[in-house]
Structures are given as C-alpha cells and as structure tokens.
C-alpha cells in the first residue's frame, strides 16, 4: 500500500460487493450501493478488472461471498439492536459504507471504525468529494500494533462496559494466530450479549481440491498486493478453540449452511468453501 492510498484488499472488497450486487445477480445477497464510489474506480469495467486481475477463477462466486459476509454481518447488527447494543465497533473497516447507507441508525450508537490511516483518511476524503457526509462515525486510526486495540478505541471514547457488536472480515488471514487470538480476548471482556462477526481462511487439508486451488490463486493476489495471507483453520478445531478461549455461542458459517442465502442466485454463484464467516458472543 502506498502512502496515501487505502489497502488493495479494501479496494478488492468494495470493488467485489459492487459487480455481486449490480452485475452478476439479479437477486443480490447484498446490495452497497455506495461501495463502488468509495472505491475510487472509474466504473464497472475498472472494478471488473480490478477483481479479475490475470483471469482469476470463479470471481462470480467470490464476490458472492464478499456480499454474503456484509449481510451476516449487518443482519447480527439488526437484531443487536433489538437486543439494546450501544456501540458498534467496524474493526479492518476498509470502505464500510454501512453508515452512509444507515445515517439514523449509526446517529443513535457509538460507532467506531478502525483500519490504517492511510485507508482511513482516503475513504474520508472520497465520502468528501461525493458530497457525502458521516459526522456520527468515530474514526480510530491503528494499524494493528501500538498502541493497544483497547486503548486506541479508548481514546476516541469506547466504552469497555457496553453491550458492543463488532465487525472483524478480511482481517484473520493476515494475523499469526497469536495476533488473532489478543483482539479475541479483547473481545472477551466486553459485557455478555456482545457479538463478534469474522472470517476465516479455511486449511487446505479441510477442502476439496478445487476449493484448495481457488483459495491458492487468490492467496497469490493478496500477496502481490502488498497483505499476504498468513494464517488458516481447520474447521471444527476453530470451534474447539473458540469455545476453549471462553465464548459461550459459536456460529460457523460454512457452505451448506450459507446456502438459504443464495436462494435465486444464478446456477454459477455457489458458496465458496475457502473463507467462511464466523459468529461468537459473549456470555
């Protein structure tokens, strides 16, 4: 990532959503629609070619899943809401667009979004520029060290003693495990009913050979744009992990079980077996 410039997997993601919801599916998993403005790219065809790169393989299917973890995630908010949530917490938030799509619901919480500064300040001058405004978000520049997760949000005013739902996608695969483990135990000490929605990259040995191959290519592009993909799981040992750390509730979405979300989806967009979202709560 160069100076200035926002991460090139937030880029991918943005750019992702955007072809799911306006080119590749007549009933959208998810629809964003400010994701391709955020992005900065001149159109449809330079976010197609943005994601494809060198013909990579299945893209209908990827960007699928990079709506489909938008929606899991936005869906735990609403009923956190219900539940009488606080604070939100967009942790790794790239071009998160959901509180320009939802002003009067971030208006009522304490939002906060955490990613690079660099990312953070093009995604502020790019919601500028469209004449957007989002005066409710806090932004909390981190780039994942020093200072500490729970300090860095506590300087811009989050509360360790409020029910919070966090979002945490696109982020594990680039963390050593030990790294992915203190925002996990960051997480835990938030007040029971706190949910945390996450992703993973799934272990070659636990997919098939298609799959292993689909997540190799795109493991390449991660690394060629600068965030190498480091850390992978074995579905089931996660679980194990998980609830061995102390979460109560541990959610695993894995293929068959995102399938109710693909219902009218074109016979191509499957789910993707190589990243699957997870969900824990506290408590």
Excluded at 36 to 65: F, I
Excluded at 89 to 106: E, K, M, Q, T
Excluded at 227 to 247: C, D, H, K, N, R
């Amino acid at each position: 990532m160069a100076t200035g410039e926002p991460r090139v997997s937030a880029v991918f993601a943005a750019a992702a959503r955007h072809l799911h919801a306006t080119a590749d599916a007549e009933r959208p998993v998810h629809d964003d629609a400010h994701a391709l403005a955020l992005s900065g790219l001149a159109g449809d065809h330079a976010a197609r070619a943005w994601v494809e790169g060198a013909d990579r393989p299945a893209v209908a299917r990827v960007c699928a899943y990079y709506a489909l973890r938008q929606r899991v995630f936005e869906e735990c908010l609403v009923a956190a809401l219900q539940d009488g949530v606080e604070q939100v917490v967009i942790l790794h938030a790239g071009l998160d667009s959901f509180g320009l799509r939802h002003p009067r619901i971030v208006e009522r919480l304490a939002w906060f979004e955490v990613d690079a500064a660099d990312t953070q300040s093009w995604k502020r001058e790019r919601i500028e520029i469209l004449g957007l405004e989002s005066p409710s978000i806090r932004y909390v520049a981190w780039d994942g060290a020093e200072p500490p997760l729970g300090e860095a949000l506590a300087r811009q005013g989050f509360d360790l003693g409020v029910c919070t739902c966090v979002s945490w996608l696109g982020a594990t695969p680039l963390l050593a495990p030990e790294a992915a483990s203190q925002t996990l135990r960051w997480f835990l000490q938030l007040p029971a009913g706190s949910e945390l929605v996450f992703d993973v990259l799934i272990d070659d040995r636990s997919l098939s050979a298609d799959e292993a191959a689909l997540g190799r290519v795109y493991a390449e592009a991660a690394a060629a744009g600068g965030t190498p993909w480091v850390s992978s799981y074995a579905p089931g040992e996660l679980e194990e992990q998980l609830f061995a750390m102390g979460f109560q509730e541990v959610e695993r979405l894995g293929p068959e079980m995102a399938e109710r979300y693909y219902l009218g989806q074109p016979a191509a967009i499957t789910p993707v077996a190589v990243w699957q979202v997870v969900r824990v709560r506290v408590g």
